[in-house]
């Protein structure tokens, strides 16, 4: 993922999705700079080199899910390719558990907004 393209107007370069893709970026050189690091392999830099990957894996997981919770609606709706996995992951949700889904979705007015919590919270439930 080299880089984040905003594809629709209201998605502005201010937006969490611009700075998730500066996180990310970051991120990406800091795992290369240690890669190189690791060359030089001597017990203490294998020891640096594993919690700054733990580190850099906790702070990934954190990162996608705040872009679950900031930007999965506007990603869903001007996305089909997000559309579509949006579907399947709601058909996979309510395989697992129908009634909880289907009656939590039934009972507000905003149906879809409902399903799209639900997949939120299915996402920061577990660790990616």
């Known amino acids: ?3 984040l393209a905003v594809r ?14 500066q996180i990310y970026s970051t991120g990406s050189s800091t795992c290369a700079n240690l890669y190189n690091l690791s060359q030089t392999q001597t017990e203490s830099k294998e020891d ?7 580190f850099a894996c906790s702070t990934m997981d954190s990162v996608g899910k705040q872009l679950t919770r900031s930007c999965l609606k506007e990603l869903i709706d001007f996305d089909e390719g997000a559309q579509k996995t949006f579907e ?6 309510i395989d697992k ?32």
């Not at 640096?48 to 733990?54: E, F, S, T």
């Not at 399947?88 to 949700?93: G, V």
């Not at 009634?99 to 439930?125: C, F, H, M, N, W």
Request: proline fraction near 5%; glycine fraction near 4%.
């Open 48 to 54: 640096l080199l594993r919690a700054c990957l733990v």
């Open 1 to 3: 993922m080299p880089g």
């Open 88 to 93: 399947q992951h709601i058909s996979r949700l």
């Open 97 to 128: 558990d129908s009634k909880k889904i289907l009656s939590r979705a039934l009972a507000t007015p905003d149906y879809r907004g409902e399903l799209i919590e639900v997949v939120q919270e299915s996402v920061e439930r577990t660790s990616l």
């Open 8 to 21: 629709h107007p209201s998605v502005q370069a201010d937006c969490t999705c611009h700075l998730a893709n």
